[in-house]
């Protein structure tokens, strides 16, 4: 990953470190007393969480031995999903290091389409505790 930019790494690691906000939040959702449907919707967007950390560890220059960025404003699903969304957008927006990692780049797509759903499904649900 030496060719690759530090403003790319960087996005990649804020990319780990909301998804790590995300799970919280999943957890703490769990909590909540909700309806069966809803219950569901959160384990869910709990077990996408989980998988995406998962799969990203096995590329273990994403994570590295810096400090990860901290993450502000993540007080809901719906706006940590944003802040996903708009850090996928910054990374296709510079593909400099997608020729050296294609699966990496295929990994990140199919999890910014997971994004995209869930930003839709959560605003079919249309409430302010998730």
Known sequence: MESVKESIKMQFRKLWSLYLCRRH???QLEKEVFSDDRQAFVRHFYNETDLFLKEVSQFDWVRGN????IVE?????QDTDRQ????????????????EYPELA??????LSRIR???RLLRYLNTSAL
Do not use: V
């Not at 996903?84 to 020729?99: H, I, P, R, V």
């Not at 295929?106 to 999890?111: A, S, V």
């Open 66 to 69: 810096m400090c990860l960025p």
């Open 117 to 119: 759903a869930s930003l």
């Open 73 to 77: 404003g993540c007080k809901s699903l």
């Open 84 to 99: 996903l969304l708009k850090t996928y957008t910054g990374l296709q927006a510079d593909a400099s290091w997608e020729m």
């Open 25 to 27: 939040l999943c957890k």
């Open 106 to 111: 295929r990994f990140l797509l199919r999890n």
